[in-house]
């Protein structure tokens, strides 16, 4: 697993891929502490690697946003 603590030790293209299956998963209505764990899950992360993702997606609105 994907270790938050260490910055940039989840390339960007991953991290925007994970933030877009999680924007996509929030979209089927499927509830915020749910999606983070299938993507989380899905991608191999922990749940603060997700959440982290989430922010900077967010931050710097990137696709799907």
Not at 14 to 34: M, T
Not at 41 to 59: N, P, Q
């Amino acid at each position: 697993m994907a270790n938050a603590d260490a910055p940039g030790a989840i390339p960007e293209d991953r991290r925007k891929e994970a933030f877009k299956a999680l924007v996509e998963a929030q979209d089927r209505r499927v509830s915020v502490p749910d999606s983070r764990k299938e993507v989380a899950s899905r991608y191999d992360m922990t749940e603060a690697d997700v959440k982290a993702i989430e922010r900077e997606g967010v931050e710097k609105g990137w696709p799907p946003l």
